[in-house]
């Protein structure tokens, strides 16, 4: 099967899928398993959890074939896919302590054989934050500063730059924002825990 993954395109491949041809389904599949399967192993830690994403992934695109061929990316739609379902498993494991345990006892795990690679992803995770940080608008990222650096609160950094204290909160969470997307451009949101921004709002 893998022999044919790439001698046909994506565009004809979801036609004959959305047409209920499992055959182009299977191309499909062989042809972007692996590297949805990496992408999603890098960010759990856990082959389990990434085998258990992918297969959801393509299940979404076999149960929703009647609207495939409205994919304009296939491959970005994938990763869209499979991001927002890491999402979904982390905030569930955040709410489930037993979850949470599981998580964090594969995480464990690697930890030992996993620590220079953890280093330099943790090294790459603050330049990238840091890039982010560095275009934000002037206002935004004094404020931003404040609250990360300093610690101060919504009315101490309000008095301090004489704002009120909506204009503070606007701004931070602006800023948390566009800090997500910058490390979602680079495939480096997962990285993070979801709770990882609430300290800045």
């Known amino acids: 099967m893998a022999d044919y993954a790439h001698m046909y395109d994506d565009a004809y491949c979801l036609i004959k899928i959305k047409e209920g041809e499992e055959f182009y389904f299977n191309l499909i599949f062989e042809k972007y398993r692996d590297q949805l399967f990496s992408y999603l192993y890098k960010v759990s830690k856990s082959k389990e959890i990434a085998e258990e994403i992918v297969l959801d992934v393509f299940l979404k695109l076999w149960h929703g074939r009647e609207a495939i061929t409205e994919i304009q990316k296939l491959e970005s739609f994938l990763y869209t896919v499979a991001y927002n379902k890491a999402i979904d498993f982390f905030r569930a494991a955040k709410r489930s302590p ?12 690697v930890a030992t054989t996993d620590s220079a690679d953890a280093h330099l992803r943790e090294r790459n995770l603050e330049i990238l934050i840091r890039e982010a940080i560095g275009q934000l608008s002037p206002q935004r990222r004094k404020v931003f500063e404040l609250r990360q650096e300093h610690g101060l609160s919504y009315a101490e950094i309000a008095q301090t730059l004489n704002l009120s204290t909506n204009t503070v909160r606007n701004h931070l969470a602006a800023s948390v924002e566009f800090i997500k997307e910058h490390l979602r451009k680079n495939n480096a949101l997962l990285l993070l825990p979801v709770s990882f921004f609430d300290k800045f709002l």
Do not use: M, N, P, Y
């Open 98 to 109: 037993l979850l949470q345990q599981a998580v964090w006892d594969v995480l464990s795990d």
